[in-house]
């Protein structure tokens, strides 16, 4: 399998490229006034809007570095109803891919109930790697403000 490599501070993790659409620069975000912490806004890919979580944000309690390896993975996100969304996610040092067998993750044992998002593990001969599940970052609050369904009012406007 191949996987997206990033890191939140000096730790690295890893995505499921199956679940990538794009890893695309950092880009200028629309900014949404009151957002909820993590959420750095909103851009148009593809023609179509895309909320953008922060995951320094999220995890470190502190925005994203802006270097040139700083990038936005576009992941399919699957709402609990089944639905497919775009979701961006900012992260530091975004440059690299792994090619591992599933196998070779194997579970931490240690179950953290603020950070649900994290998955099994893999050491390597630089340390370790967690796997993200994008499911798991978006808890329920959150995904009903990035993801609502159209309103009448929105329908009468197209």
Known sequence: MLFVLFHLGQERYALDAQRVVEVVPLLALKR??????????MFIY???????LDLCELTLG?????????????????SPGGEEQWLGLIAERATEILRRDEKDFVDAGLRVSSASFLGPMLTDAQGTIHLI??????????????????????????
Do not use: M
Not at 32 to 41: E, F, Y
Not at 70 to 76: A, F
Not at 140 to 147: C, G, M, Y
């Open 62 to 78: 502190r925005p994203a570095v802006e270097h040139l390896s700083t990038r936005i993975i576009i992941v399919n996100h699957t």
């Open 46 to 52: 593809r023609g179509r809007p895309v909320p953008a």
């Open 133 to 158: 599940n994008p499911e798991k970052l978006v808890q329920e609050s959150l995904r009903a403000q990035l993801f609502a369904p159209p309103t009448e009012a929105d329908h009468a406007t197209h």
């Open 32 to 41: 949404l006034p009151q957002a909820p912490r993590g959420v750095a806004g």
